[in-house]
Protein backbone atom coordinates (compact mmCIF):
# COMPACT_ATOMS: atom_id res chain seq x y z
CA UNK A 1 0.00 0.00 0.00
CA UNK A 2 1.42 3.25 -1.33
CA UNK A 3 0.23 6.76 -2.40
CA UNK A 4 1.68 6.37 -5.44
CA UNK A 5 1.42 10.25 -6.34
CA UNK A 6 2.17 10.86 -9.63
CA UNK A 7 1.02 14.73 -9.44
CA UNK A 8 0.05 17.41 -7.11
CA UNK A 9 -2.78 20.22 -9.25
CA UNK A 10 -2.01 23.78 -8.38
CA UNK A 11 -4.81 26.14 -9.90
CA UNK A 12 -4.66 29.71 -10.75
CA UNK A 13 -7.29 31.51 -13.24
CA UNK A 14 -4.37 33.11 -14.86
CA UNK A 15 -1.50 30.54 -15.44
CA UNK A 16 1.40 33.54 -16.06
CA UNK A 17 0.34 34.70 -12.22
CA UNK A 18 0.51 31.21 -10.79
CA UNK A 19 3.70 30.10 -12.71
CA UNK A 20 5.20 33.37 -10.91
CA UNK A 21 3.29 32.66 -7.61
CA UNK A 22 4.94 28.93 -7.40
CA UNK A 23 7.93 30.47 -8.46
CA UNK A 24 8.61 32.89 -5.74
CA UNK A 25 7.50 29.61 -3.42
CA UNK A 26 10.01 27.67 -4.83
CA UNK A 27 12.91 29.16 -6.52
CA UNK A 28 12.20 26.87 -9.29
CA UNK A 29 10.10 28.28 -12.84
CA UNK A 30 7.65 26.12 -14.29
CA UNK A 31 8.08 24.84 -17.94
CA UNK A 32 5.08 24.97 -20.36
CA UNK A 33 3.36 22.16 -21.13
CA UNK A 34 0.76 21.57 -23.18
CA UNK A 35 -2.95 22.96 -23.82
CA UNK A 36 -5.60 20.45 -23.26
CA UNK A 37 -8.05 21.21 -26.03
CA UNK A 38 -11.73 21.19 -25.76
CA UNK A 39 -11.28 22.45 -21.88
CA UNK A 40 -10.63 25.68 -21.95
CA UNK A 41 -7.14 25.11 -19.95
CA UNK A 42 -3.62 24.79 -20.32
CA UNK A 43 -0.79 24.12 -17.73
CA UNK A 44 3.01 23.99 -16.67
CA UNK A 45 4.95 22.11 -15.17
CA UNK A 46 8.14 21.47 -12.43
CA UNK A 47 9.17 17.98 -11.13
CA UNK A 48 9.05 17.15 -7.32
CA UNK A 49 10.81 13.62 -7.67
CA UNK A 50 11.71 11.43 -10.25
CA UNK A 51 7.88 9.92 -11.13
CA UNK A 52 6.17 12.70 -9.82
CA UNK A 53 5.42 16.73 -10.69
CA UNK A 54 3.46 20.19 -10.16
CA UNK A 55 0.99 20.71 -12.47
CA UNK A 56 -0.07 24.31 -12.15
CA UNK A 57 -3.06 24.74 -14.73
CA UNK A 58 -5.29 27.61 -15.60
CA UNK A 59 -7.39 28.80 -18.76
CA UNK A 60 -5.82 29.24 -21.94
CA UNK A 61 -6.16 32.36 -23.90
CA UNK A 62 -5.82 30.25 -27.02
CA UNK A 63 -9.24 28.83 -26.55
CA UNK A 64 -11.27 32.05 -26.27
CA UNK A 65 -14.92 30.76 -27.51
CA UNK A 66 -13.97 27.72 -25.09
CA UNK A 67 -17.92 27.59 -22.94
CA UNK A 68 -18.97 26.02 -19.84
CA UNK A 69 -16.91 25.25 -16.71
CA UNK A 70 -13.40 24.84 -16.39
CA UNK A 71 -11.95 22.02 -14.36
CA UNK A 72 -11.08 22.08 -10.72
CA UNK A 73 -13.15 24.86 -10.17
CA UNK A 74 -10.68 27.02 -11.87
CA UNK A 75 -13.49 30.28 -12.78
CA UNK A 76 -14.05 30.62 -9.15
CA UNK A 77 -10.72 30.75 -7.84
CA UNK A 78 -9.27 33.77 -6.52
CA UNK A 79 -5.62 33.56 -7.20
CA UNK A 80 -3.87 29.86 -7.07
CA UNK A 81 -4.24 26.98 -4.31
CA UNK A 82 -3.18 23.31 -4.37
CA UNK A 83 -7.02 22.26 -5.41
CA UNK A 84 -5.83 18.36 -6.00
CA UNK A 85 -3.83 14.92 -6.48
CA UNK A 86 -3.72 12.47 -9.05
CA UNK A 87 -2.49 8.61 -8.47
CA UNK A 88 -0.64 6.48 -10.75
CA UNK A 89 -2.20 3.14 -11.52
CA UNK A 90 -0.84 0.69 -14.05
CA UNK A 91 -3.80 -0.89 -15.59
CA UNK A 92 -6.44 1.34 -14.93
CA UNK A 93 -9.28 -0.21 -16.18
CA UNK A 94 -8.54 -2.94 -13.76
CA UNK A 95 -7.74 -1.13 -10.89
CA UNK A 96 -11.53 0.56 -11.48
CA UNK A 97 -13.20 -2.54 -11.40
CA UNK A 98 -11.17 -3.66 -8.01
CA UNK A 99 -11.96 -0.29 -6.34
CA UNK A 100 -16.16 -0.64 -7.40
CA UNK A 101 -15.63 -4.52 -6.09
CA UNK A 102 -14.78 -2.74 -2.48
CA UNK A 103 -17.51 -0.25 -2.69
CA UNK A 104 -15.57 2.56 -4.07
CA UNK A 105 -17.86 4.66 -6.73
CA UNK A 106 -15.13 5.13 -9.54
CA UNK A 107 -15.61 6.64 -13.30
CA UNK A 108 -15.01 4.69 -16.42
CA UNK A 109 -11.36 5.37 -17.22
CA UNK A 110 -11.18 7.24 -20.04
CA UNK A 111 -9.10 8.70 -22.84
CA UNK A 112 -7.29 11.79 -22.84
CA UNK A 113 -4.21 13.41 -24.94
CA UNK A 114 -2.34 16.82 -25.63
CA UNK A 115 0.81 17.71 -27.72
CA UNK A 116 3.72 18.70 -25.25
CA UNK A 117 5.87 21.91 -25.56
CA UNK A 118 8.61 20.00 -27.22
CA UNK A 119 6.00 18.78 -29.62
CA UNK A 120 5.55 15.55 -28.31
CA UNK A 121 2.32 13.80 -28.25
CA UNK A 122 1.05 12.18 -24.82
CA UNK A 123 -1.92 10.14 -24.06
CA UNK A 124 -3.35 8.95 -20.94
CA UNK A 125 -6.46 7.45 -19.05
CA UNK A 126 -7.99 8.90 -16.47
CA UNK A 127 -10.35 8.00 -13.86
CA UNK A 128 -12.72 9.87 -11.19
CA UNK A 129 -14.46 9.25 -7.81
CA UNK A 130 -18.12 10.24 -8.07
CA UNK A 131 -17.23 12.07 -5.46
CA UNK A 132 -14.81 14.59 -7.80
CA UNK A 133 -15.63 18.60 -7.22
CA UNK A 134 -16.88 18.00 -3.81
CA UNK A 135 -14.12 17.66 -1.91
CA UNK A 136 -10.00 17.36 -2.49
CA UNK A 137 -10.03 14.46 -0.38
CA UNK A 138 -9.81 10.99 -2.85
CA UNK A 139 -7.48 11.34 -5.93
CA UNK A 140 -8.27 11.09 -9.24
CA UNK A 141 -6.45 8.32 -11.01
CA UNK A 142 -4.03 7.89 -14.06
CA UNK A 143 -2.48 5.84 -16.41
CA UNK A 144 0.04 6.96 -18.82
CA UNK A 145 0.60 4.13 -20.91
CA UNK A 146 3.72 4.11 -23.10
CA UNK A 147 4.08 7.94 -23.17
CA UNK A 148 6.49 9.32 -21.17
CA UNK A 149 6.19 10.86 -18.06
CA UNK A 150 6.05 14.56 -17.78
CA UNK A 151 8.14 14.42 -14.81
CA UNK A 152 10.84 13.60 -17.01
CA UNK A 153 11.13 16.63 -18.93
CA UNK A 154 10.18 19.49 -17.09
CA UNK A 155 12.42 21.64 -14.52
CA UNK A 156 14.52 19.40 -11.34
CA UNK A 157 15.43 20.88 -8.10
CA UNK A 158 12.20 20.29 -6.32
CA UNK A 159 11.14 17.30 -3.55
CA UNK A 160 7.86 16.24 -2.37
CA UNK A 161 8.98 15.59 0.78
CA UNK A 162 5.47 14.81 2.83
CA UNK A 163 1.68 15.10 1.73
CA UNK A 164 -1.08 15.29 4.29
CA UNK A 165 -4.94 15.44 3.00
CA UNK A 166 -6.76 18.00 5.85
CA UNK A 167 -10.44 17.87 6.83
CA UNK A 168 -13.48 17.24 9.38
CA UNK A 169 -13.58 13.46 9.04
CA UNK A 170 -9.78 12.46 8.72
CA UNK A 171 -11.16 8.57 9.69
CA UNK A 172 -13.93 8.41 6.68
CA UNK A 173 -11.19 9.74 4.40
CA UNK A 174 -8.46 7.23 5.69
CA UNK A 175 -11.23 4.19 5.63
CA UNK A 176 -11.82 5.30 1.80
CA UNK A 177 -7.95 5.72 1.06
CA UNK A 178 -7.58 2.43 2.33
CA UNK A 179 -9.89 0.78 0.18
CA UNK A 180 -8.06 2.59 -3.06
CA UNK A 181 -5.05 0.83 -2.14
CA UNK A 182 -3.53 4.02 -0.72
CA UNK A 183 -1.70 4.67 2.43
CA UNK A 184 -3.72 7.08 4.76
CA UNK A 185 -2.79 10.40 4.89
CA UNK A 186 -5.51 12.26 6.25
CA UNK A 187 -5.59 14.37 9.66
CA UNK A 188 -7.59 16.52 11.30
CA UNK A 189 -8.86 20.53 10.15
CA UNK A 190 -11.54 22.53 10.57
CA UNK A 191 -11.93 23.05 6.58
CA UNK A 192 -10.82 20.62 3.93
CA UNK A 193 -7.44 21.42 2.16
CA UNK A 194 -4.44 19.90 1.06
CA UNK A 195 -0.80 20.82 2.35
CA UNK A 196 2.80 19.39 0.54
CA UNK A 197 5.92 19.77 2.13
CA UNK A 198 8.55 20.83 -0.69
CA UNK A 199 12.37 20.77 -0.53
CA UNK A 200 13.97 23.12 -3.11
CA UNK A 201 16.19 25.89 -3.01
CA UNK A 202 14.30 28.05 -0.95
CA UNK A 203 14.19 25.20 2.07
CA UNK A 204 11.61 23.04 2.88
CA UNK A 205 8.59 25.23 2.11
CA UNK A 206 4.82 24.83 2.61
CA UNK A 207 2.34 24.59 -0.59
CA UNK A 208 -1.60 24.55 -0.11
Known sequence: MDKAIDHLVFATNDLREG??????LLGIRASPGGSHPGMGTRNALLSLGPRVYLEIIGPDPDQPDFEGERIFGIDAIDGGKLVHWCVRRVGLATFVQLARSRGMELGDAIPLSRVSA????????????????????????????????PASSCPRGAELTAFEIQNPDPGKTNDALERLSIEPC???????????????????????
Do not use: K, M
Open 19 to 24: REQVEN
Open 186 to 208: ALAWPRARLRALIQCPRGEVELL
Open 118 to 149: QGDRLDWYLAFPASFGDDCALPFFIDWGTSSH
